[in-house]
């Protein structure tokens, strides 16, 4: 009795394991690692979308891999690529574009995307986005997880200082007088309440780039072999910077720290901050007092830097694949779906016709403030990116902060920086 | 399923009677078999990897067309002109001096403060031991509201002495020692049931000895208790000295090296360059010296300190 039992479970058994492989001939099965970096149920919604898109493909199986932080991230896919085994695509930061280059691991993706209509998909994103995944005539990533910078203010605090709750600073000398008007100090001399709060731990260079593109000032060419960290505008930029807390006392000086810095919005210790368009959910749900979202101010123009992470679609995996891939990426921004992953995260939908989507359009008239993003698109520029790029951050990183703590003088800094990354560059060019 | 014949059906078919060691066998081919198992864990994590990253470290970096090649000691020339390099050595020394000396002081006084007896002793173990249980992440993330500018607990105790407000990750002068007052929380905990278990050991006897001898009780601690926990005390500080090497989690969460690299720790900026440099020739090279540096001191210690050690 027991071995006819272990005959049938065996013959179960066998049967099991060959239904999938008489399947796998015509199935194409995509790993597919993906970060997370906002607050939300992230990967849910990866979940449902890949289980959406195997529901319309049946030909195409995706097993989607959290893989931790972006920076874990890019370690977990080039330590897979390195061992012959890559996911077969992935969302990175734009930014690691070069070094996804150098290392041979991704493919440019208008050698997959051929056909017209494949063409006009990928002329479909905001321009901006498509800065940090463009290079040599090539496009390399697709704009999927984007963000920007952008300024949330405290109205119930500004009505308390006097000033218009419905407007925000719209220059840089607004902004110090505005957040002179808003710092407080108690009876000892202690600040209570900042004005004005740019993080700066982690990673400045990209708040930095929130001042040096109102300065008219781009830190690095588009062969992202060459950088203008010593250019005046750049060094006028980190001067302000500085003098926010040097010299108009209205931030608090040091390095302030990203991860806190909404909860100091929260806790009403900042009045004005600067962060991620990611951070709008968050702050929509903790923010106990009415704010709005503004643009970055201006000095000679508009401007902010994109974040955030597009899609990559990698080497030393079959053709087959590759085109399977291009069709997954192809159905996750397609308008419908870039509005639903915006809705859902805080991301900025990465095409204009997204916005036009029923679904957008609902969103926005619930949450006006979301369009800030949208809006500032237009004076946006690339994110900090060169090959050797972590390294060449680091050196900006170090100089910024060595400034903010006093280190050294914003120029010297800057000086620094650019001597670093010119050492760090000369064999790209 | 009660199915007695299933079960003594392979008792039916029992192992033949496994042979006898043949007589000619040498002791030391079993004494070389009994060490296998954990000789080939050795070798295969630790001897081994350590050989080839000395090998990796006289490499260049393979970078996608192109292949790794010989360079020598390149690797090394390029060490001593980085400046973050030395200024991770630096405060990586002091924060092996701040730590290492203090945990274990706080370990000592806190395991002889629990080994009394005294009302909910059990309680004062539990309430010492927790930080050592809490993941490193997680405590680093409560850190850093703790330090949080104006209404983080720090502020709030020293806002109400009246002191002035100090952001004490941000600022250059006070980031590194706040991350040692983490690291030894962190670990003071966990020396002192070294310490505990060491002093129960310790006979009653003696204590009373050294009474009747009209001993005070610092005597009593400095000339019998203090050279009889010697042994512990070694083996905790060459954990203390791994662990301020090892110890970096926090260092990711709560300050990532910063500001311009006051925090910067060995190991964690190894990570960065293998990891976000993609540099792996030379993070392999300052892992050479970091081992070398290591390996120094352990024999230093061992040399020097275990001449000195009293063992029971």
Known sequence: ?429 | MADGGVRTAPVARAAPVSPAVPAGTSAQVIGWLLLLPAMVLLVAFTHWPALATAWHSLFSTPKGARPARFVGLENYELMLEDDVFWQALWNNLWFALGTIPTSIAIALAMALWVNGRLAGRGFLRMAYFTPTVLPMIAVANIWLFFYTPQYGLLEQVTGALGFPSHNWLGDRSTVLGATMVVAIWKEAGFFMIFYLAALQQISPTLAEAAALEGASRWQYFRRVLFPLLMPTTLFVLINALINSVRMVDHIFVMTRGGPDNASALLLYYIYQVGFSFWDSAYAAALTVVVLAILGLTAFVKFRFLDQRTHYQ
């Open chain 1, 1 to 429: 009795m027991i071995r006819r039992t272990l005959l049938q479970a065996l013959a179960a058994a066998a049967l099991m394991a060959a239904l999938p492989a008489a399947h796998a001939q015509k199935q194409v099965e995509l790993s597919f690692y993906y970060p997370v970096a906002v607050g939300g149920p992230v990967t849910k919604t990866i979940d449902r979308m890949a289980a959406d898109f195997e529901k319309e493909n049946p030909d195409i199986k995706i097993k989607p891999v959290y893989a931790g932080t972006y920076q874990e991230s890019i370690v977990k896919v080039l330590t897979a690529f390195k061992s012959g085994q890559p996911p077969h695509l992935a969302v990175l930061l734009s930014t690691d574009m070069f070094t996804l280059i150098d290392e041979g691991a991704i493919v440019p993706i208008d050698s997959l995307a051929t056909s017209a209509d494949d063409k006009q998909w990928l002329s479909g994103f905001f321009d901006s986005f498509m800065m940090n995944s463009r290079t040599g005539g090539k496009t390399w990533g697709v704009p999927f997880q984007r963000s920007t910078i952008v300024l949330y203010w405290n109205k119930e605090l500004f009505e308390e200082a006097g000033l218009d709750p419905d407007k925000a600073p719209a220059t840089w000398d607004e902004m110090v007088e505005f957040a002179k008007k808003l710092t407080k100090t108690d009876a000892s001399g202690k600040v209570t309440l900042w004005g004005v709060k740019i993080p700066s731990s982690g990673f400045p260079y990209w708040l930095f780039q929130g001042l040096t593109t109102p300065n008219g000032a781009l830190l690095m060419n588009e062969a992202g072999n060459e950088t203008y960290f010593d250019k005046p505008e750049v060094v006028e930029a980190l001067q302000y910077w500085v003098d926010l807390s040097a010299k108009h006392k209205v931030m608090p000086g040091g390095v302030i720290e990203w991860g806190t810095t909404p909860k100091d919005f929260f806790e009403r210790t900042a009045a004005m901050i600067w962060t991620t368009t990611g951070n709008l959910t968050n702050i929509r749900t903790n923010a106990g007092f009415p704010f709005g979202v503004a643009m970055l101010p201006a000095k000679k123009q508009r401007g902010s830097p994109t974040g955030g992470g597009n899609f990559y679609v990698f080497e030393k995996t079959s053709d087959e694949e590759k085109q399977a891939a291009l069709k997954f990426i192809k159905w996750a921004t397609a308008p419908e779906r870039a509005a639903q992953w915006s809705i859902a995260t805080g991301y900025v939908a990465v095409t204009p016709a997204a916005w036009e989507t029923p679904a957008m359009k609902k969103y926005v008239e619930e949450v006006p403030q979301a369009t800030v993003a949208r809006d500032q698109l237009e004076f946006s520029v690339a994110e900090l990116s060169t090959h050797e790029n972590q390294r060449v951050t680091k050196a900006l990183n170090d100089g910024l902060q060595a400034a903010l703590t006093g280190a050294k003088a914003p120029e010297a800094a800057l000086k620094d920086a650019q001597r670093e990354a010119d050492r760090i560059l000369r064999s790209y060019r």
